[in-house]
């Protein structure tokens, strides 16, 4: 079986899921205030879906839909978020996906990661296009998305259903032209 290559930051290691992360993965993702956060995160995250979505995720990146990262810290391997691409090869663009366990919120490992994965898709996967959403009301997550370069693009309103409420989305993009001005 293909795996994504291991993705390597100052403090992190972003590789490929094992059936072994399902339980840190249940715990970390199925906390009410991460799933708040994500359109298509279930809550109560209960028993067998996280080995569900790890086996999703292989069968994605050997159809090359989507790379799936567990976003661990170098130190001790503790897997303490995800992180995907979905690609679109015939538009040669990626969507940008992310989440960080609560208990490591607020320490930079979202831009750290997202800034890895945003360098691996357009210097090794030649994608033209990065694009990405957030709730509005999940300001964190669009502070992360300017940090790694990406511009705002426009609000898609009342875009999606959660939990009995309809939510706006802020959309975000980059090119790989605005990548290689940035990184110059």
């Known amino acids: 079986?293909?795996?994504?290559?291991?993705?390597?930051?100052?403090?992190?290691?972003?590789?490929?899921?094992?059936?072994?992360?399902?339980?840190?993965?249940?715990?970390?993702?199925?906390?009410?205030?991460?799933?708040?956060?994500?359109?298509?995160?279930?809550?109560?995250?209960?028993?067998?879906m996280a080995e569900k979505w790890?086996?999703?995720?292989?069968?994605?990146?050997?159809?090359?839909?989507?790379l799936n990262f567990a976003i661990t810290l170098r130190t001790d391997k503790n897997l303490i978020g995800g992180i995907a691409l979905r690609l679109n090869p015939k538009n040669k663009n990626g969507e940008l996906g992310y989440w960080i366990g609560k208990p490591y919120w607020n320490c930079g490992y979202a831009t750290e990661a997202a800034k890895a994965v945003v360098a691996y898709s357009f210097e090794v996967l030649k994608l033209n296009r990065l694009h990405a959403k957030h709730f509005k009301r999940n300001v964190a997550s669009g502070q992360v998305l300017e940090k790694i370069g990406m511009r705002y693009e426009g609000c898609f309103r009342q875009h999606v259903k959660k939990w009995d409420n309809f939510e706006d989305l802020m959309g975000y993009g980059m090119l790989k032209a605005d990548f290689d001005a940035k990184v110059v």
Request: aromatic share 4%.
């Open 1 to 48: 079986m293909r795996s994504a290559p291991p993705l390597l930051t100052e403090r992190l290691l972003l590789r490929s899921l094992i059936l072994e992360d399902a339980t840190d993965v249940q715990r970390l993702a199925g906390d009410r205030d991460i799933a708040a956060t994500l359109p298509n995160m279930p809550h109560p995250y209960e028993d067998g």
């Open 54 to 66: 790890i086996r999703s995720c292989y069968g994605q990146f050997e159809k090359d839909e989507a």
